[in-house]
């Protein structure tokens, strides 16, 4: 299957700082990446869709000015979390899709992150 | 909208016996995809078996297949021959057109396989 890389795996940072997740599909172009959050044994709750060049669609109860998502080309989207707190601590995961019908996401390792 | 729902948080099987882990979904959309994924301690989504709402037979792949039951909304997972490598959580998803393909996921179903 297509591989998604996400980087990094796992992020401490410092509450009141900014933290970049990337995300790149790796051998195929992503039209659309989906960013999830997952608390512990919890299922996977969608945050946003992205799309190149658009901006992305949050789901309900997503803050967008705290979670800024940018999709610039066909194979990278990044996670923004803003002035981080200790309840965003969480573990982070990206998909990606190569077409528009509802064929298989392939999903990357994903990022754990603690606001300490 | 789109639902899934997974009732069994928790399974026990025996090595070697099969299993089968439930899944019923609620959609709006005249297509749509089933999936399961298989969720490790290390926090990684495998792919296991996808399923097409208009796919005549139902999906197998390897040691997965999937019972797909339309009319009863149903998608249920059965793993032959488990193994003890088999032990993780199963999440079934469902993809449809109008959500924008996003992949919505079910609770989840934690299995324990037994030596």
């Known amino acids: 299957g297509a591989v998604v890389s996400q980087h990094p795996s796992w992020v401490i940072c410092k509450s009141g700082t900014s933290v970049k997740i990337e995300c790149r599909s790796l051998?195929?172009?992503?039209?659309?990446m989906f960013w999830y959050r997952q608390f512990p044994k919890q299922s996977l709750m969608l945050m946003a869709t992205s799309n190149e060049g658009s901006k992305a669609t949050y789901e309900q109860g997503v803050e967008k000015d705290k979670f800024l998502i940018n999709h610039a080309s066909l194979t990278l989207s990044t996670l923004t979390v803003t002035s981080a707190h200790p309840e965003d601590s969480s573990f982070y995961i990206c998909?990606?899709?190569?077409?528009?019908?509802?064929?298989?996401?392939?999903f990357g390792q994903g990022t754990r992150l603690t606001v300490v | 909208a789109q639902k899934i729902t997974q009732t069994q948080p928790g399974m026990f099987v025996q090595e070697k016996e099969a299993v089968t882990l439930d899944c019923t979904y609620d959609t709006s959309d005249p297509s749509y995809g089933l999936f399961w994924y298989k969720q490790p301690s290390s926090g990684e989504m495998i792919f296991l078996i996808y399923q097409g709402s208009y796919d005549q037979q139902n999906a197998t792949e390897g040691r997965y297949s999937l019972n797909f039951q339309k009319a009863r909304k149903s998608a249920n997972l059965v793993i032959s021959a488990s193994q003890l490598g088999d032990s993780a959580m199963y999440f079934c998803a469902i993809s449809g057109n109008t959500g924008g393909f996003k992949t919505i996921f079910g609770a989840g179903t934690r299995l324990f396989v037994k030596a």
């Open positions: 051998d195929f172009q992503a039209t659309t």
């Open positions: 998909s990606a899709s190569a077409g528009s019908r509802g064929t298989e996401a392939f």
